[in-house]
């Protein structure tokens, strides 16, 4: 009798929003609708809904630490996801776990800047995240403007530029393994959203119809939370990368169906069974 496939065990290492559109409930849904048993730390408090963010609070940093290492040490992770962390102790005190853990595909959402334009991570917090968290992440996600705090210029403003931004962003990652750059460009203006995906080597461009709707709420929490999902399953980084995009591109098409809340609606997790 042949042996079922393992069910990758996913964690997401994020904030909570309340509405479920973003952070760790989002992640947790997509993960779970992409097949993989998730589990979640929560790095992070917010008063938070589809119109905004009111306000943060920041979890000890060392009860972070306490949630990941009980957790991890009970249930090894096949893929991590790190999202909103919010402050420095917090990042430093990831980045130092997961060095200790080492898991196999850590993808790192560098949330910055929520939908509404709220601040989501601490300005001093920036260089904890290069210094902390670059060295140990198989894979990062930024927006451009994302892209663009990270390499301190501005953010690309066409496919050309997204490919040198690309190419810059790997530079700082570690060299030991494979390392890849998920370079989202759905800033850019135009009818298509095109995504880069590389490693040093292969530049891979992603292309997907830009959805007209107001609901993107949690687009790139989903994004990365996908990724974690599909990686430990396909064990090979660009299908997983257009499997990840061709499933984030239907939750947005279908997102006006859910008809939640007044403001940036989220987008539609489980859209293959509702």
Request: with cysteine; glycine share 8%.
């Amino acid at each position: 009798m042949p042996v079922a496939p393992s069910i990758p065990k996913t964690l997401t290492i994020a904030g909570v929003d309340p509405s479920g559109g973003a952070g760790v409930l989002a992640d947790v849904k997509a993960m779970s609708a992409l097949g993989a048993y998730a589990c979640a730390v929560v790095a992070a408090l917010t008063a938070q809904s589809t119109r905004g963010v009111a306000g943060v609070q920041p979890v000890d940093a060392a009860f972070v630490a306490r949630q990941i290492d009980t957790l991890l040490a009970d249930v090894p992770a096949d893929a991590v996801k790190i999202g909103m962390l919010g402050n420095r102790p917090v990042t430093e005190t990831v980045g130092e776990r997961l060095r200790h853990w080492k898991p196999p595909h850590v993808v790192l959402d560098p949330v910055m800047i929520a939908k509404s334009g709220d601040a989501l991570l601490e300005r001093d917090a920036i260089g904890a995240l290069r210094e902390a968290l670059l060295p140990v992440v198989t894979m990062i996600t930024p927006n451009l403007p994302e892209a663009g705090v990270l390499l301190e210029q501005r953010p690309a403003e066409n496919v050309k530029e997204m490919r040198r931004m690309a190419e810059k962003l790997r530079e700082q990652l570690a060299y030991d393994g494979q390392r890849w750059v998920y370079l989202k460009g759905g800033h850019l203006p135009g009818d298509a959203a095109i995504d880069l995906v590389h490693d040093g080597d292969r530049m891979i461009e992603l292309v997907a119809p830009r959805i007209d709707t107001p609901h993107t709420h949690g687009t790139g929490c989903t994004l990365s939370a996908a990724l974690a999902a599909l990686l430990p399953r396909l064990n090979d980084t660009p299908e997983a990368a257009r499997r990840a995009k061709d499933y984030l591109t239907e939750a947005i098409r279908q997102s006006d169906r859910l008809k939640v809340g007044s403001g940036h609606g989220p987008v539609h997790h489980f859209h293959r069974w509702w």
